[in-house]
């Protein structure tokens, strides 16, 4: 981290404490009125009582003929509830003093219907009578704002007052009676509470309409909604929506509050749903909060129209199903690794704290204090600074995630272009050589034609950060973004080729040299889709020349590359055709191959006693040349596919040739070394057999020479287990390595089939018929059958009865045919 970044951290420290300070500071000046009540602060005595009146008939005359009627106890033991009934609420005063007491009867409940307070002496006469309560018309502001009344009581004086609390909605109505003094405090601390919160929450809502008119997103437009209806919900509440909203507007919303409380419920899931972008995934949980929200919008307007204390109980428990799917969402967010959302989940603590506490202390659960009743607030208060952060770091974010776009390639995460050119650009500015290195994966578009782009992309992602290890060392290549930790020095240009800077002044040619052993480095082989691809590249390195232009640069580097020999051949100089690949790939898997059957009869007794399975593909789009194509299968890794594919279509040709009447037919399945990577490929042989009730006899297996060179260990196991599931197992093309004989020793062949190459000219050369006696007797020393490939006419057939074969295969007999066709030739010519 750069020291001016710290430095600005520092000041930015500096700041928030001199911020806490100066909260600090402003909250000790306000007092808790709660603790400073006139039975604290003077000589002046209270005691309560209450009565609850369920029938809402109770009379005043009533309640003072039944004096044992009343509960002498604290008005905190009160019970309040949500239910039709008025409460009766006593209070005797005593003042001891030599002098008056001055006092102020607070009744702490602004939403209340009507209040009704009487005073009487102590004699039980009824001095006065007030009527206070936001149904109660022609009060001030300050009363409907504050319910309260002034009294005075002289030296020695008793009064009792009764009060009458008629409302159908909250009616919790805390008393606390003050003196002058104190009484101005508690207007002092709740107006500057009052005032701060309002002006933090108009702040806030500006705020989001200056960013709203900037990005023009949506969800600042719904969290103002929130600041609003939380303006509105404890303006009604705590009564300083009298002082915001004209007097009727205020009046109207006091007596549906619920409805109030709905509003900021909607908001509230809807800015969940919008701030955390469920609304841009259009998922399960979106589709529920819309469902959700529709629900609320019903129950707010049902509101209106059903009694408070009944909406009420709705609310309380619809709150809960709030939490939980806004918790949900939260969580889905976290769990995919939502960026923004620390703030905001924050911001939740003191909602849930605020939100959790209000209506246990307006319901009685939870005892009154200054403190309880202004919670909800201050939660409020705090939450909308968080969420100001939260808004604030979701910009930061949009706007980092914009030059990331811009900077990088969207699929592969690697720096693009716009890099390249800009670090270009940087070199020229400082005169340094730029020498522009690019290298491309040969054949990539036409890889593109059968992988998806997130596949395409991991490729060239693969190579660019084996590339990166390369030249992270090597001080020569040039930093294409020093803002990031790792410096990478490597750009994508799309279409698999990769580019870098080399800033050393030095020929072309030896910066080329550099390359090619770079190249060299890089992976061979990927495995994807069921494909092992075998990778190559080409390269280019283009010089700067004198006021040198970008593009022109690019270009050249783009021409050399197009024109470049590849450096790295493949020994084997077939070109991968993919799109053939991905065909014969998408041919196995619909089942557009066939196996055809060439026989293999035997010399002695003239009868089929076999056939080699053959691939043919009857529907290609183009001429396919077989070995070619099995060539192309293994290069690709199709070729494990292909041939469980063969072993099932063997299997099931043998189950029509049994059926048939065939019952002592086999048929030869050519394996590939490759097939030994197959999982669990002797179990899967073994499932096959059973699915169509072949005899494992029936099948036999077909290795060339040539799977013997490597992994021989593990054929070696591989033919040893087949020959426990009494599969026979044949070396085929024999003679044509140098290692024959020493194949024959090692594994546990059933036959040998001698390669046409021996066969061609078998009537005419004499050499080849000394091979081809010397490998019968070979054979047959060992215990194994022979069966010679490619005989062509009867002259050799003949011949080969004659120096002791066993069978013979080739187009002699007929060439490879279909299964019907095989049927027809079995059922005509050989019996």
């Not at 009694?307 to 976290?334: D, G, N």
């Not at 030249?471 to 750009?491: E, G, M, Y």
Request: proline share 3%; hydrophobic share 45%.
């Amino acid at each position: 981290m750069e020291h001016k970044t710290i430095r600005y951290h520092f000041i930015a420290i500096a700041i928030l404490l001199t911020l806490f300070f100066i909260t600090s500071n402003f909250a000790s000046h306000l007092v808790t009125p709660t603790r400073y009540t006139i039975d604290k602060t003077a000589a002046v005595y209270t005691t309560y009582a209450y009565r609850i009146d369920p029938t809402k008939e109770l009379t005043l005359q009533q309640l003072l003929a039944s004096p044992d009627a009343l509960i002498k106890q604290p008005l905190s033991n009160i019970s309040w509830d949500l239910k039709p009934q008025n409460y009766w609420l006593v209070v005797n005063l005593k003042n001891k003093q030599s002098t008056p007491a001055h006092m102020n009867v607070h009744f702490d409940n602004p939403m209340v219907d009507h209040l009704t307070v009487y005073q009487l002496d102590e004699h039980q006469n009824l001095l006065n009578s007030v009527k206070l309560g936001d149904k109660t018309p022609n009060l001030t502001l300050f009363q409907y704002s504050v319910p309260h009344i002034a009294l005075t009581l002289d030296a020695n004086q008793a009064q009792r007052l009764i009060i009458k609390v008629d409302t159908v909605g909250i009616s919790k109505t805390p008393i606390n009676i003050y003196g002058s003094k104190e009484f101005k405090d508690l207007i002092r601390s709740q107006s500057a509470i009052w005032g701060v919160f309002v002006g933090v929450l108009i702040m806030a809502a500006l705020y989001n309409l200056v960013l709203y008119f900037g990005i023009r997103d949506r969800v600042y437009l719904v969290y103002i909604g929130y600041i609003l209806s939380a303006l509105l919900l404890m303006g009604s509440v705590l009564g300083f929506g009298f002082y915001i909203w004209p007097l009727s507007w205020q009046l109207f919303f006091n007596h549906h509050i619920v409805v109030s409380n709905y509003y900021i419920a909607f908001f509230t899931v809807a800015f969940c749903t919008m701030f955390l972008r469920y609304h841009k995934d259009k998922c399960r949980l979106y589709k529920t909060s819309i469902a959700f929200l529709w629900l609320l919008t019903v129950l707010g307007v049902s509101s209106y129209f059903i009694v408070e204390y009944t909406a009420s109980k709705v609310f309380f428990v619809i709150m809960i199903f709030i939490y939980i799917l806004c918790f949900t969402m939260i969580y889905k967010k976290l769990m995919s690794g939502f960026r923004w959302t620390k703030f905001y989940i924050i911001s939740w603590v003191p909602l849930i704290i605020g939100a959790a506490v209000q209506p246990l202390e307006l319901t009685g659960f939870i005892a009154y204090s200054f403190t309880t009743r202004h919670l909800f607030l201050v939660a409020i208060l705090f939450e909308v600074v968080l969420m100001a952060m939260a808004l604030a770091d979701r910009v930061r974010y949009q706007r980092e995630k914009a030059l990331y776009h811009a900077t990088h390639t969207q699929q592969t995460k690697l720096l693009n272009q716009a890099m390249l050119k800009q670090a270009y650009m940087a070199l020229s500015h400082n005169q340094r050589s730029s020498t522009l290195c690019l290298i491309k994966i040969r054949h990539f578009n036409t890889l593109m034609s059968i992988l998806s782009p997130q596949q395409g992309s991991d490729i060239v992602a693969t190579v660019a950060a084996t590339l990166e290890q390369s030249l992270f060392k090597r001080r020569q290549f040039a930093n294409l973004d020093i803002s990031l930790d790792n410096s990478p020095k490597v750009a994508d240009l799309s279409g698999g080729v990769v580019a870098f800077i080399s800033t050393k002044i030095q020929p072309a040619q030896s910066t080329y040299e550099l390359l090619t052993s770079m190249v060299k480095l890089l992976p061979k082989h990927y495995a994807v889709s069921g494909l092992d691809l075998q990778l190559e590249y080409n390269l280019s390195v283009a010089t700067p020349i004198e006021n040198d232009a970008f593009d022109a640069w690019l270009q050249r580097g783009y021409m050399h590359l197009n024109q470049a020999r590849n450096p790295i051949e493949s020994s084997n100089t077939m070109t991968v055709n993919l799109a053939l690949a991905a065909a014969l790939q998408d041919a196995i898997r619909n089942n557009q191959l066939v196996i055809y059957l060439q026989p293999c009869v035997d010399l002695k007794t003239d009868n089929v006693t076999g056939a080699e399975a053959l691939l043919r593909w009857p529907n290609a789009a183009q001429t396919i040349d077989i070995k070619a194509l099995i060539s192309l299968a293994k290069k690709t890794g199709i070729i494990n596919e292909l041939t469980l594919w063969i072993i099932d279509q063997a299997c099931k040709t043998l189950e029509v040739l049994t059926k048939e009447g065939h019952h002592n037919h086999s048929i030869s399945v050519n394996l590939s070394p490759k097939n030994l990577t197959i999982p669990n490929l002797i179990e899967k042989i073994e499932n096959t057999l059973l699915k169509y009730n072949i005899s494992a006899a029936k099948l036999q297996f077909e290795l060339a020479e040539s799977a013997f060179i490597e992994q021989q260990e593990e054929m070696k196991l591989f033919i040893s287990k087949l020959k426990q599931l009494g599969i026979n197992v044949a070396l085929d093309d024999f003679g044509t390595d140098h290692s024959s004989l020493s194949y024959l020793l090692n594994y546990s062949f059933s036959t040998l089939k001698v390669d046409k190459s021996f066969v061609n000219d078998l009537s005419s050369n004499e050499k080849s018929q000394v091979i081809v006696k010397t490998s019968i007797e070979v054979a047959h020393n060992l215990g194994m059958n022979i069966t010679i490939e490619g005989v062509k006419d009867k002259a050799t057939a003949i011949l080969l009865t004659h120096l002791g074969a066993d069978k013979a295969q080739g187009y002699y007999y007929t060439e490879p045919l279909p299964l019907d066709k095989y049927l027809t030739w079995l059922a005509t010519e050989h019996k």
